[in-house]
């Protein structure tokens, strides 16, 4: 069974910083590329980053390139959303998400986590 849970979420001030992590089960952690994704209210939901698991590729959203880093740490079935210079257009509920596939893991993954808030005040 697919499971992942999201945290570290919060309300925080413009131009702050903050770290999101994602604890997936051994299993999931080891076949699937992850991805993070946020949702604002009224909007589509947006992909942002994704991470292999075969050779820790990235790949990223242009509009988060620069800003936003995604890593993961194997010892800890991990995976870390870094979110620098945040803006409060960045309000968002953000999920991270997983898939064996990808292209799949960037665009519908098969398996999403709960979800948590990032408020930014201006």
């Known amino acids: 069974q697919v499971q992942l849970e999201e945290s570290g979420g919060g309300l925080i001030q413009a131009g702050q910083s903050l770290k999101l992590s994602c604890l997936a089960s051994?299993?999931?952690?080891?076949?699937?590329?992850i991805a993070w994704f946020r949702q604002a209210p009224g909007k589509e939901r947006e992909f942002l980053a994704a991470i292999t698991w075969r050779n820790n590729a990235t790949f990223y959203a242009d509009s988060v390139k620069g800003r936003f880093t995604i890593s993961r740490s194997n010892d800890k079935n991990t995976v870390y959303l870094q979110l620098n210079s945040l803006k409060p257009e960045d309000t968002a509920v953000y999920y991270c998400a997983a898939d064996p596939s990808l292209s799949t893991a960037t665009r519908s993954p098969g398996h999403w986590g709960q979800g948590t808030q990032v408020t930014v005040s201006s």
């Open positions: 051994e299993r999931t952690f080891s076949r699937q590329v």
